[in-house]
């Protein structure tokens, strides 16, 4: 009764008012979306081990530092007049706090410049030892006088070391060189950091004009503007193609336009108030929401297409009158309320997730999905019924008979008999083999990628290892290293201990032995005046001041931490002595972040940095979403119970999806798509979604009448082509994350609806309805 007044009597109000609401939402959604592309974003919050690794990520590798490379084409020079344009106008903006002068001996270990056998500055020593025994050696002189003229060059290429280059690198090949700026803004306001690198971008652009110069921004600052300039295009380019996929398949399939126009006038309106109120939800999208939107109008668009096609039918039977608008409506709402109470089920359990992402993402998923019922439900229905279209007629003639005939049931017989138990089987290899590293969110072919793997290239070693070891005491430290300088997979590390082995120290414990090297060179009178002239003779008088003060070795360590403060960090109690290294292979490449990390949880080795924060938060989300997937399962299992009141039954449409997910990842392995947190949110999401056709085709079944029958097969059909249209357009994301995920929920969705088909011929007796009515 009440739905009855809501179609007919407050036709017009409910139109307005709907219209009213998506006005309102529309603007505060498009206003308020911010984007969060972090990985870290993923991982469970209030946990102490995440917070741990996060304030360390943020403290020591974390920086907003933007590295700008340029390309010398032969011609150095004119990079370095470049770059002195560069630094000026740079300095001219509210971005930037200072360019970074090559004092900090962090820079010269991050770019490699220390990462040198302990025997560079004993050769250094020796090449001037002047002794007695020697003096007449004319062999030894010219030895002396050469390397003399040589370190002479080196110090007058230092002293010559003015305006511009004393801020840039030139790699060993002089194929570019870097500068570095130290960007004003925290990178954790992703707003600032992307206005700010957007601004100095542009600025990149006009020098690199002006001088012919290519020049390429890297560093953690443009990675972070890369990838959340990544996410905000996918998240329009998804929604834009699957709007407009979505509105082929429906123009194809009802071949008529006043219907398209009524579909698209609903959508648009579901997807305003849904943006509208997500923001009091969310706020942001991130790396998991950013493909939700292009879901959820796959997903919501099912019920209009239900509810226009009993519409269209019935108006076509009873001619253009009010009555059948609500009448129409009441005959697919119990189906469709299954379905989305299914739905709803799916991402409702997302909410109980520790991770953010995911509860966010449940959040947006469930807001969409109820406001897409409510509006196809209500705003549609009173939509036809204000506009009195005619939408009866001129439908398309496409016949679905053959969906049920003998043919097809043999052939999907024959289809589900083979096929199934064998890609179950590939299937379940694939989730087993769970797969650490997701695809790249951002492309190969990004600016900050390509200029950063053109840095390691030049300079051979860029950055001092992404995984970071740390240790409680010095002996600890030594032990770990000979563990990682034991296995065949990992580079030799980095530490305080390289520092000391240049200086010759053996015994830890003798402390005026730590500078002993620097003694020699004080003492050395040639290098001493060339030392003097670099004007770094008094710093080597206060570091071997410092030695000979030093009470015990905590305080060589103070020195030392103000020199190269990465090889130490300061908790609450003490302070830890850090080592890193890296894979001697990709680490990001054939799951070897999963092999290493094996190797240091067998040996109870404490590690930090991206790939351990990586390496945890994908085993929790897989833990995470099998346990989902479970309660999902139980869920639409209980729901599916109740509608049809018969176990049988239940059971029956509960395995079809269960297989249909094994189905899917079977033909991933085949495909080579592995098993990542991405993929797996297949679980939930294809059980709660997968189970909507064969609830509409089990109901109409139950009829036992051909029309029915036919006519849910189309929508169901029609319903599963604009849902794999929605994951489809993931394929055109740059992202391959978005693109393996949306081409295995395509396939996901296509078993779902085969084997729904088999279902329903077989179990349901879909055929015989087909073959008993040609018969009468």
């Known amino acids: 009764m009440v739905l009855e007044k809501i179609l007919t009597k407050y036709a017009l109000l409910t139109v307005l008012t709907f219209a009213v609401l998506a006005v309102i939402f529309g603007y505060i959604g498009l206003k308020s979306f911010s984007v969060n592309s972090d990985l870290a974003s993923l991982a469970p919050e209030s946990a102490t081990f995440y917070e741990d690794q996060i304030n360390f990520l943020a403290e020591k590798l974390s920086s907003n530092l933007v590295t700008v490379v340029g390309y010398s084409n032969g011609d150095i020079r004119n990079v370095k007049m470049a770059f002195t344009s560069l630094k000026e106008r740079f300095e001219n903006t509210p971005y930037i706090l200072e360019t970074m002068k090559l004092d900090n001996p962090e820079l010269f270990v991050k770019y490699g410049f220390l990462a040198t056998d302990k025997e560079m500055l004993d050769d250094l020593i020796s090449m001037f030892n002047i002794s007695g025994s020697n003096v007449m050696d004319f062999a030894m002189w010219r030895k002396i006088m050469n390397s003399a003229a040589f370190a002479e060059s080196m110090v007058k290429e230092y002293l010559k070391r003015s305006g511009i280059e004393q801020y840039i690198m030139v790699s060993p090949d002089e194929r570019l060189a870097v500068i570095n700026f130290t960007l004003k803004d925290n990178l954790t306001d992703v707003a600032k950091v992307t206005e700010s690198v957007s601004k100095l971008k542009d600025i990149v652009s006009e020098v690199a004009n002006e001088t012919g110069v290519k020049m390429l921004l890297t560093g953690t600052a443009a990675g972070t503007y890369e990838s959340n300039q990544q996410v905000t295009k996918d998240f329009i380019t998804t929604t834009v193609i699957s709007f407009v996929g979505i509105c082929f398949v429906i123009f194809l399939f009802y071949g008529n336009l006043i219907v398209l126009a009524l579909l698209l006038v609903s959508m648009v309106v579901a997807m305003s108030i849904t943006l509208g109120l997500s923001t009091f939800f969310l706020g942001e999208i991130n790396i998991v929401t950013s493909f939700a939107n292009a879901m959820i109008l796959g997903l919501g668009i099912d019920y209009g297409i239900h509810v226009i096609t009993r519409i269209a039918d019935k108006r076509a039977a009873e001619g253009v009158n009010r009555a059948p608008v609500h009448i129409a409506v009441k005959e697919v709402l119990r189906p469709c309320l299954s379905a989305s109470v299914t739905t709803l089920g799916a991402f409702s359990s997302m909410v109980l997730s520790m991770s953010r992402a995911f509860t966010q993402m449940g959040l947006f998923a469930m807001t969409g999905i109820g406001v897409f019922f409510i509006t196809m439900i209500l705003f549609l229905p009173a939509l036809v019924t204000v506009t009195k279209p005619k939408i009866g007629k001129n439908f398309s003639k496409i016949r679905f008979e053959f969906l049920f005939s003998k043919k097809m049931g043999r052939i999907l017989r024959t289809v589900v008999i083979v096929s ?317 994350l978005l693109r393996e995920f949306g081409v295995l929920m395509g396939i996901g969705l296509f078993a779902c609806w085969l084997l729904s088909l088999f279902v329903t011929n077989v179990f349901f007796k879909g055929g015989d309805i087909i073959e008993n009515s040609d018969v009468h």
């Not at 002993?516 to 003492?523: D, P, W």
């Not at 079809?656 to 949110?681: C, D, E």
């Open 420 to 736: 199934v138990p064998v890609l179950v089987v590939f299937g379940s290899l694939n989730m087993m083999n769970f797969w650490y590293t997701p695809s790249g969110l951002v492309s190969d072919t990004a600016e900050s990628a390509i200029a950063f793997n053109d840095v390691k290239k030049s300079f051979q070693r860029i950055g001092v290892g992404e995984v970071v070891v740390m240790a409680d005491s010095l002996d600890e430290l030594r032990i770990l290293q000979d563990k990682i300088k034991s296995t065949d997979f990992l580079t030799s590390p980095l530490s305080v201990l390289s520092i000391l082995d240049y200086t010759g120290k053996t015994d830890l414990d003798d402390i005026p032995q730590v500078y002993s090297s620097l003694a020699k060179i004080v003492r050395n009178p040639i290098l001493s005046a060339l030392f003097r002239r670099v004007g770094l003779h008094s710093q080597l008088i206060e570091m071997l001041r410092v030695a000979a003060k030093a009470k015990d070795f905590s305080d060589v360590v103070q020195e030392l931490k103000k020199d190269v403060p990465l090889f130490f960090y300061d908790t609450a109690t003490s302070t830890k002595f850090l080592m890193y290294t890296d894979s001697v292979e990709d680490l990001y490449k054939n799951n070897r972040i999963k092999n290493i990390f094996d190797f240091f949880n067998r040996n109870q080795i404490k590690t930090y940095g991206y790939p351990t924060l990586l390496y945890y938060v994908m085993r929790d989300m897989r833990n995470t979403i099998y346990w989902l997937a479970g309660v999902v399962m139980l869920m639409v299992f209980l729901v599916v119970l109740i509608d049809s009141r018969s176990f049988k039954q239940a059971l029956i449409i509960f395995l079809t999806v269960f297989a249909s997910i094994f189905w899917t990842f079977g033909i991933g392995y085949i495909l080579g798509i592995h098993a990542t947190f991405m993929t797996l949110l297949l679980l939930p999401i294809l059980v709660g979604i997968g189970v909507d056709g064969i609830i509409h085709l089990r109901h109409s079944a139950l009829h036992g009448d051909k029309s029915v029958l036919l006519r849910t097969a189309k929508s169901v059909t029609i319903s599963t082509l604009t849902t794999i249209i929605a994951f489809g357009s993931f394929s055109f994301a740059k992202g391959q």
